[in-house]
């Protein structure tokens, strides 16, 4: 059964980049194409889609948060990535890594990590 | 893009059913028939209840039905019970190649 993990800094500071990564067990990154996302969740908010990334190098990204994400997918570490740049207070959430309930990017989200809190703080 | 438009919260006595709606456009909602829903209990991680509009994943309760009309999507909960309360949230697939979520609905159980 395939399990998400997130891992990250915890607290980052305003301005600077957040890396996360995304550990996958259970199954490989690339023996199927999936695609492998994340979404965030501000304190007491609701749920924001950040963006996802397939296998096949395909990527899907919020229209408000395009121009600050990169991902990427590490096939030998069966791990994905987030990277978001300049960073506000805004930027702090539960972030949590996802994967849709089928091979097509347009499809709700099955799996999920248990989420990891970023703090945006100087 | 928009966020879907959720009632901030709906209520039931045990045994009863309630129905969330879920609010888009034509460019998500009414566009396609990957509308989903989650429930999310406090501190945890949100799971997948409907995909599809009103498939349900291996293991949720047939309790759990959705359906659309239009631009509208609903979740309805029947024979509620104690468990169900949590916060519920619709997202929909868009023609941004994107997915926008609703702003979460809180269910109550009397």
């Known amino acids: 059964q395939v399990q998400l993990q997130e891992s990250g800094p915890g607290l980052v500071k305003p301005s600077e980049t957040l890396s996360l990564t995304c550990t996958i067990s259970?199954?490989?990154?690339?023996?199927?194409?999936?695609?492998w996302g994340w979404i965030r969740q501000p304190p007491g908010k609701g749920l924001e889609y950040v963006g996802s990334?397939?296998?096949?190098?395909?990527?899907y990204f919020n229209p408000t948060l395009k121009s600050r994400i990169t991902m990427s997918i590490d096939t030998p570490k069966n791990e994905f990535s987030l990277n978001l740049s300049s960073l506000t207070a805004a930027d702090t959430a539960v972030y949590y890594c996802?994967?849709?309930?089928?091979?097509?990017?347009?499809?709700?989200?099955?799996?999920w990590g248990p989420g990891t809190m970023v703090a945006v703080s100087s | 893009q928009s966020a879907l438009t959720q009632p901030a919260s709906v209520s039931g006595s045990p045994g009863q059913s309630v129905t969330i709606s879920c609010a888009g456009t034509?460019?998500?909602?009414?566009?396609?028939?990957?509308v989903s829903w989650y429930q999310q209990h406090p501190g945890k991680a949100p799971k997948l209840i409907i995909s599809?509009?009103?498939r349900r994943p291996s293991g949720v309760s047939d309790r759990f039905s959705g359906s659309k009309s239009a631009n509208t999507a609903s979740l309805t909960i029947s024979g509620l019970q104690a468990d169900d309360e949590s916060d519920y949230y619709c997202?929909?697939?868009?023609?941004?190649?994107?997915?926008?979520f609703g702003g979460g609905t809180k269910v109550t159980v009397l």
């Open positions: 259970g199954g490989s990154i690339s023996y199927i194409s999936y695609c």
């Open positions: 996802v994967r849709p309930v089928s091979y097509s990017p347009m499809d709700g989200f099955h799996i």
């Open positions: 034509s460019s998500d909602v009414g566009a396609y028939d990957y």
């Open positions: 990334i397939c296998y096949s190098g395909n990527t």
């Open positions: 997202s929909s697939f868009t023609s941004y190649s994107t997915h926008v």
């Open positions: 599809d509009v009103s």
